[in-house]
């Protein structure tokens, strides 16, 4: 039996949830969605500057004594139609400070005003403005949540196909792989999830392709026909009570065949996109410390630190 405070968590998600069913509005399912920070309180020791990454907004986000030589690149949820950098930056915030790093937070375009591969291309263009900035590629982590996880992976696969240096880590929370919906627990845990649904997550792939050609089987936006062989060691991270349950366990199967350092994890009745509690729901809370030991030993910073 999960905590009250976890039980709040869905709570909220299923009034934010009958709040979108009120507006057929994008503008208003946006304002809707930016409700998502309350979730988060605000980490302590942890100051934050606007910067401009390869003319990408983002939030550096800076925890008191983190390294200042490691650093996660981190893209926010919302389907690539909603939500931003400001909705996450408090979240990020607690995952950098589990980790000892900073954190770059990106606002990459949404759709359906810039239609895919725009997003993974403002991602690419954050990365490379870090290596710019003098961070070693193994210090850098790709992070990010739902269609963010599917990004913090897409991006290792996107600089693999380049030949250009990859970075040393990959955390994907509740990460969104499979654009075709084909997976079971999309309608096994349709009345657990108090956040997705089919239909939500057709709306998105909707925006986001519609008139560009590219289909919902293609590689680059559909990890689950993707080939994982060669990323850097990966970590998912999902609610068990999540629509997205199959995307994380056959991601998975599919990269640990190939040889990929893979560590899976759920959070027992764990929402979609969980890690939004961190500081306020002691599971999550203990979740985003394991997430942000693993990012240690796979970026080198328990060495640096040491």
Same mark, same amino acid.
């Given at each position: 039996?999960?905590?009250?405070?976890?039980?709040?968590?869905?709570?909220?998600?299923?009034?934010?949830?009958?709040?979108?069913?009120?507006?057929?509005?994008?503008?208003?399912?946006? +304002?809707?969605?930016?409700?998502?920070?309350?979730?988060?309180?605000?980490?302590?020791? #942890?100051?934050?500057?606007?910067?401009?990454?390869?003319?990408?907004?983002?939030?550096?986000?800076?925890?008191?004594?983190?390294?200042?030589?490691?650093?996660?690149?981190?893209?926010?949820?919302?389907?690539?139609?909603?939500?931003?950098?400001?909705?996450?930056?408090?979240?990020?915030?607690?995952?950098?400070?589990?980790?000892?790093?900073?954190?770059? #937070?990106?606002?990459?375009?949404?759709?359906?005003?810039?239609?895919?591969?725009?997003?993974?291309? +403002?991602?690419?263009?954050? !990365?490379?403005?870090?290596?710019?900035?003098?961070?070693?590629?193994?210090?850098?982590?790709?992070? @990010?949540?739902?269609?963010?996880?599917?990004?913090?992976?897409?991006?290792?696969?996107?600089?693999?196909?380049?030949?250009?240096?990859?970075?040393?880590?990959?955390?994907?929370?509740?990460?969104?792989?499979?654009?075709?919906?084909?997976?079971?627990?999309?309608?096994?845990?349709?009345?657990?999830?108090?956040?997705?649904?089919?239909?939500?997550?057709?709306?998105?792939?909707?925006?986001?392709?519609?008139?560009?050609?590219?289909?919902?089987?293609?590689?680059?936006?559909?990890?689950?026909?993707? +080939?994982?062989? @060669?990323?850097?060691?990966?970590?998912? !991270?999902? @609610?068990? !009570?999540?629509?997205?349950?199959?995307?994380?366990?056959?991601?998975?199967?599919?990269?640990?065949?190939?040889?990929?350092?893979?560590?899976?994890?759920?959070?027992?009745? *764990?929402?979609?996109?969980?890690?939004? *509690?961190? *500081?306020?729901?002691?599971?999550?809370?203990?979740?985003?410390?394991?997430?942000?030991?693993?990012?240690?030993?796979?970026? @080198?910073?328990?060495?640096?630190?040491?």
């Amino acid at each position: 039996m999960g905590s009250p405070e976890l039980a709040q968590y869905a709570d909220f998600y299923a009034d934010m949830t009958r709040r979108f069913g009120l507006t057929d509005s994008l503008e208003l399912w946006r +304002d809707i969605s930016e409700r998502l920070h309350q979730l988060t309180p605000e980490p302590e020791g #942890v100051t934050y500057r606007d910067v401009t990454a390869n003319g990408v907004p983002a939030i550096l986000v800076m925890p008191a004594d983190s390294s200042p030589d490691h650093i996660l690149l981190h893209s926010h949820s919302g389907g690539s139609v909603t939500a931003s950098m400001w909705q996450e930056r408090k979240a990020v915030g607690h995952l950098a400070k589990a980790a000892g790093a900073r954190a770059l #937070v990106i606002n990459y375009r949404l759709a359906p005003e810039n239609k895919f591969p725009a997003q993974i291309d +403002d991602v690419e263009a954050a !990365y490379r403005w870090l290596l710019d900035q003098g961070y070693d590629p193994p210090r850098i982590a790709s992070t @990010g949540d739902s269609i963010g996880g599917n990004y913090s992976v897409n991006l290792a696969l996107t600089l693999q196909r380049k030949n250009a240096p990859l970075p040393g880590a990959v955390l994907a929370i509740s990460p969104w792989f499979d654009m075709e919906l084909k997976n079971s627990t999309i309608d096994t845990n349709a009345n657990t999830d108090k956040m997705l649904s089919r239909e939500l997550l057709r709306g998105f792939t909707d925006s986001m392709l519609d008139g560009t050609g590219i289909a919902l089987t293609d590689p680059r936006i559909n990890l689950a026909q993707a +080939d994982p062989t @060669g990323l850097p060691p990966t970590m998912i !991270y999902y @609610g068990e !009570y999540e629509i997205l349950v199959d995307d994380a366990n056959q991601f998975a199967e599919r990269a640990r065949a190939a040889g990929v350092d893979l560590e899976l994890r759920s959070l027992p009745e *764990g929402q979609h996109n969980f890690y939004l *509690g961190a *500081g306020h729901v002691p599971e999550i809370t203990a979740a985003v410390a394991e997430m942000g030991a693993w990012l240690q030993s796979k970026i @080198g910073l328990t060495l640096a630190t040491a």
